[in-house]
C-alpha cells in the first residue's frame, strides 16, 4: 500500500470530480480550523483580560521570539516530502517512502533543536531592544522547550499525503481545549505572565505529541518501513534535488516570518509592549481566516503535484482558480461578519482597554483576504517545481513590508503594521499571479495532446 491509493482520482475521473471528493476533506479541516482557532481565541481573550496591555504585550514578545527562531530556521519539510512522495517511482516504493521521511525527519529535528539554541542566545541579546528587560529572559527559558521538541513536519506530510484530513482537523482540538482550560485556572487564580508562558509551552508539547503518534499509527497502517530502521549515508544522494527544494522553501519561510511574526517585534521596539500586544491580538483573531488558505491548499496540494507530474496542465490552471474564487469569497464574508460584530462587540469581549483591536483587525483583514487568494496559486507553483520563484517574490514582499512599515508604524502606531502587511499582500498577489501565468503558458505551449496516466 502507498501513500494516497485510497483516494487518487482514477484516469476517468474529470477535475471536478476530483475536488468534490475532496469537498469532504475540506469542510473536515475547515470545521476543525474554525473550532481549533475559536478555543485559541477565546485563550487569547482570557490571557489579555488576565494580565492586561502590557503584561499581555511580554506574553506577545516572548511567544514571537520562539516563534521567529523556530520559522527562520526550519525546513518546511512536509512540503518538499510532498513534492518528492508523490512522485510515482518513490510513491509505490515502501523502502523509498521510509528514507524520504527519515531524510525529513533528521532535518525536523536538527532544525528544532538549532531554533531552540539560537532563541535562547539570541533572544539573550535583543530584549532591550523589543521594549523588553534582560530580567525576563527567564521566560525564553520557560517556552525554550516548546521550540525544541516543534517535530511536526513529518507528521504533517505523512498524514496530508495518507489523505487523513478528518485527524488533521480534530485532533489538535485536544490541546487547544487543554491550553483553554489551564488559562481560565490561571485566570481565576491571578496568575502572573509566566504561568500563562507555562501554559502555552505545555499545550505545544501535547499537540506535538499527538501529532507524532498519529503519523506513527498511519505508517505502520500503509506498511511503510520504521524510517528509524535506515541508516543515514546515501540520503541525500538517493533524493537529488531534495536539499535545494528544502532550501528554496526555508528561504522563501523565513522571508514571509519577517513579514508574519517579526512584525510583532518592531511594533514593540517602535511602539512598546503594549502595543505589541494589542497588535498581536489582532493577528490571534485574523488567524482564523488565514487558516482556512492553509487548510484548503493542504487538500489539494498532492492532488495538484500529481496532475503536474502528468502533464495534466489545464487541471492544474482549473483548480487554483476555483479555489481562488473559494477563498475570495470566504474572505469577504469574514471581513462583513467582522464589520456586523462591530467595534462595541470586540470591546465587550476583550474590555476597554483594548479599544484599538477593531480597526486594527479590519485592516488586517483586508491583508488576509489577499494572502487568502494568493495562497493557492503558491502552492501550484510549489508543485511546478517553481521554488526559486517563490523566494524571489518573498524578497520582494519582504522589501515592501520594511520599507513602509519602518515609516506608517511611527506615523500611525501599532495599525501602521497592517497597512504594511497591506501592500505586501497586494504586491505578493500580483507577482505570483504573473509568475504563475508566464510558466503555465510556456509549460502548456510546449506540450504534446494530454493523455492521462
Not at 470530480?17 to 469542510?27: A, C, D, N
Not at 516530502?81 to 523502502?95: L, M, S, V, Y
Amino acid at each position: 500500500m502507498t501513500f494516497g491509493d485510497s483516494s487518487r482520482p482514477s484516469p476517468d475521473k474529470s477535475m471536478n470530480s476530483m475536488l468534490l471528493s475532496r469537498l469532504g476533506s475540506i469542510m473536515h479541516l475547515m470545521s476543525g480550523s474554525f473550532a481549533v482557532s475559536a478555543l485559541m481565541a477565546l485563550s487569547t481573550v482570557v490571557a489579555a483580560r488576565a494580565l492586561g496591555p502590557e503584561a499581555y504585550g511580554v506574553l506577545a514578545l516572548v511567544l514571537t521570539v520562539g516563534r521567529i527562531c523556530e520559522r527562520f530556521i526550519r525546513f518546511e519539510s512536509w512540503q518538499s516530502i510532498i513534492r518528492f512522495g508523490t512522485q510515482e517511482h518513490i510513491e509505490h516504493d515502501p523502502q523509498a517512502m521510509g528514507q524520504l521521511i527519515l531524510l525529513g525527519l533528521l532535518l525536523d529535528i536538527g532544525c528544532a533543536w538549532v531554533a531552540a539554541a539560537v532563541m535562547i542566545l539570541g533572544g539573550y541579546i535583543i530584549l532591550p531592544y523589543i521594549g523588553l528587560d534582560r530580567s525576563d529572559f527567564y521566560l525564553l527559558l520557560i517556552f525554550a522547550p516548546a521550540i525544541a521538541f516543534n517535530i511536526t513536519g513529518v507528521p504533517t506530510a505523512t498524514l496530508r499525503m495518507a489523505n487523513k484530513f478528518k485527524l488533521l482537523a480534530y485532533f489538535q482540538l485536544f490541546s487547544a481545549a487543554v491550553r483553554l482550560a489551564m488559562a481560565g485556572v490561571a485566570w481565576a487564580l491571578d496568575a502572573p505572565v509566566y504561568v500563562f508562558l507555562a501554559i502555552w509551552t505545555v499545550a505545544q508539547l501535547v499537540n506535538i505529541s499527538i501529532s507524532g503518534l498519529l503519523a506513527t499509527r498511519e505508517l505502520k497502517a500503509l506498511e511503510i518501513p520504521n524510517p528509524l530502521s535506515f541508516g543515514v549515508r546515501g540520503l541525500t544522494a538517493r533524493f537529488p534535488g531534495f536539499m535545494a527544494f528544502a532550501w528554496s522553501t526555508n528561504a522563501s519561510s523565513a522571508l514571509r516570518t519577517l513579514t508574519t511574526e517579526a512584525d510583532t517585534l518592531l511594533v514593540g521596539a517602535l511602539a512598546g509592549p503594549t502595543s505589541a500586544g494589542t497588535y498581536h491580538i489582532t493577528k490571534r483573531f485574523a488567524k482564523v481566516a488565514q487558516q482556512v488558505a492553509s487548510h484548503v491548499q493542504a487538500v489539494i496540494y498532492p492532488d495538484v503535484s500529481r496532475m503536474w507530474a502528468r502533464k495534466r496542465f489545464a487541471d492544474v490552471r482549473a483548480v487554483k482558480t476555483k479555489i481562488q474564487f473559494a477563498l475570495g469569497a470566504v474572505a469577504l464574508g469574514i471581513l462583513v461578519a467582522t464589520a456586523v460584530i462591530g467595534e462595541k462587540g470586540l470591546d465587550w469581549l476583550l474590555g476597554a482597554k483594548y479599544d484599538q483591536v477593531y480597526p486594527m483587525l479590519i485592516t488586517q483583514l483586508i491583508a488576509v483576504a489577499l494572502i487568502m487568494v494568493g495562497a493557492p496559486v503558491r502552492s501550484t507553483m510549489l508543485a511546478m517545481n517553481r521554488p526559486q520563484v517563490i523566494l524571489m517574490i518573498a524578497v520582494a514582499g519582504t522589501t515592501a513590508f520594511f520599507a513602509t512599515a519602518v515609516f506608517a508604524i511611527p506615523a500611525y502606531g501599532a495599525i501602521g503594521a497592517n497597512y504594511a502587511h497591506i501592500v505586501t499582500a497586494a504586491v505578493n498577489l500580483l507577482a505570483i499571479e504573473l509568475s504563475f501565468r508566464f510558466f503555465y503558458r510556456r509549460n502548456a505551449s510546449a506540450q504534446v495532446p494530454e493523455t492521462l496516466p
